[in-house]
Each structure stands twice: as C-alpha cells, then as structure tokens.
C-alpha cells in the first residue's frame, strides 16, 4: 500500500484503525458479575504478512465503586499494567498508549492546523486565500529569501493538510467499503 500521506505523514495508526473493546459494551453484551477477576479474550492475529495464529489472552480485570453505587468494571491493560476502560486489537490486545495509537482527533487537528498554517502564508504573502488557487507571486517589498523561506513553509503545510485528507478519504473509503460488502 503506502499511498500519498503514508509514512512521513501521520504514520502513526489512531484508535480508530484497531477492533477495541470497550468494556462499558462488554457489560451490555455479555454482562461482567462484579467481582469477576479476568476475562479471556480468544481473536486471531497474524504479525506482518504472517500465518494467522489463535490466541486467547487472559486478562485481568479490576473493579471500582461508582458515584451512584454498584460497581465499574475496568481492564488491566496485560502490557503496562494500567486501569484502562478501552483495549486494542494487535498481536495482544493492549491499551491505546502500548499500542502507540493516537486518538482520531489528535489526528484531524493536525490536518486542521496544517491548513490553517498554509492559510496564514497565503495571508501574509498577499496571495488569494485558499490552497486550490495555487502559488502567488513574491508581493511587492519582500525579500526574495523571505520569500523563498514562506513559499517552503506553505508548501510543507500544503502536502501535510493534503496527506491527512488523503488519509480520511482512505479511512472513508474502507468504511463505504465495508457498509456495501466489499472488502
Ligand atoms: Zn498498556
């Protein structure tokens, strides 16, 4: 794969690219007695291109009294050992941070301020606003190495903002993908 974005670019997966298990929804499903001390949790994985291998984890659970009374129920994420009430998918499920997986906003901020920085160079450089217009020329004034030093930054800007679209487009995609059947 590794399409236009891929690598440089916000390589790093977020939360929403992994299967989680919530456990709020695990109690829906099936629900947890209070007091159960660990689940088993039986997926499959496969490590690279790899065979796909059966695995069942054990993992512990934890409780702690609610404000309103009862009992919540939490996981300890098998890696790191921390209360967690999420754990993702991967060769263990382990929690977001083992994981290394940003939180999908974090990464729609980044395409957020890399227009936004882009638009600011388009400002301060006189040119129209909005990145589909293209490059400007030097304004009147300014320095050709100033110049030379905005329209590098705005460029950088513009294949960032453009790569985490790229992105969310793919991600889109793979979602229509799935509602419609395909793969
Ligand atoms: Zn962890």
Redesign the pocket.
């Known amino acids: 794969m590794g399409g236009f974005g891929s690598g440089r670019h916000g390589g790093r997966e977020t939360t929403k690219d992994r299967y989680a298990l919530d456990i709020r929804r695990l109690r829906w499903e099936s629900p947890l007695t209070p007091g159960t001390t660990y689940i088993i949790l039986e997926h499959q994985t496969r490590v690279r291109q790899g065979q796909w291998e059966s695995r069942r984890d054990m993992v512990s659970l934890d409780w702690t009294d609610c404000h309103l009374g009862g009992r919540r129920a939490w996981f300890i ?6 209360r ?1 009430a999420m754990l993702y998918c991967g060769h263990v499920f ?2 977001r ?2 994981h290394d997986l940003r939180h999908e906003s974090q990464r729609e901020n980044e395409e957020v301020r890399a227009f936004r920085r882009a638009d600011n160079l388009r400002r301060k450089m006189g040119w129209i606003p909005g990145i589909a217009h293209g490059f400007g020329s030097k304004p009147k004034g300014m320095h050709w190495r100033t110049f030379a030093r905005l329209a590098s930054q705005y460029s950088i800007h513009v294949c960032s903002a453009l790569a985490h679209a790229e992105e969310a487009m793919a991600r889109a995609r793979k979602t229509l993908g799935r509602i419609g059947g395909q793969n």
């Open positions: 994420c098998p890696l790191c050992g921390r967690v382990a929690c941070g083992c």
